[in-house]
């Protein structure tokens, strides 16, 4: 495993729409194996192929509170939204930013996870959001398109709570 470079905003891949994955490769399972290592060691809780320069359909997640429960995303597909949150949502290519954006509360996603195994995965308020956030990644949208008031300064953000 290896620590691989999070692309950050301004960086044109971040713009495109990803391939979707026909199989698992020996070079997917190490793709994958290093956004976990890159996700947990930025401190992030999701990560999506196109922000360490690869056009895969292909993210991670984990938002438990140990870290410990990592959801493998491949070609996912989001099934059904309902309900409404706001809140701030920051990204790992956009470093010391924080936004306000409006998300479903409630996302079901399907998926396919590193043994090409179709899965469903459904969650709420902060796996809701970090679902639907990854998944824009792999059409070409991030956040900061979507805040409303535009971005913020971590620091100036924590001050305010």
Do not use: W
Request: hydrophobic fraction near 40%; glycine fraction near 8%.
């Amino acid at each position: 495993m290896a620590l691989r470079t999070i692309r950050v905003l301004g960086d044109e891949i971040l713009t495109k729409s990803c391939r979707e994955v026909k199989e698992i490769t020996p070079r997917i399972q190490t793709l994958i194996e290093d956004m976990l290592e890159t996700m947990y060691d930025a401190d992030g809780v999701g990560l999506a192929a196109p922000q360490v320069g690869v056009l895969k359909q292909i993210a991670v997640v984990d938002v438990s509170p140990e870290g410990d429960q990592p959801i493998i995303m491949i070609n996912p597909k989001i099934v059904e939204l309902s309900g409404e949150q706001t809140g701030q949502e920051g990204c790992l290519s956009v470093p010391g930013k924080v936004g306000m954006v409006k998300r479903a509360n409630y996302a079901k996603i399907k998926a396919f996870n590193e043994n090409m195994e179709e899965f469903i995965v459904e969650g709420e308020e902060l796996l809701a959001r970090a679902l639907q956030h990854e998944i824009d990644h792999l059409s070409g949208v991030m956040y900061v398109s979507k805040t409303e008031g535009g971005l913020m300064d971590v620091e100036a953000s924590e001050k305010e709570s």
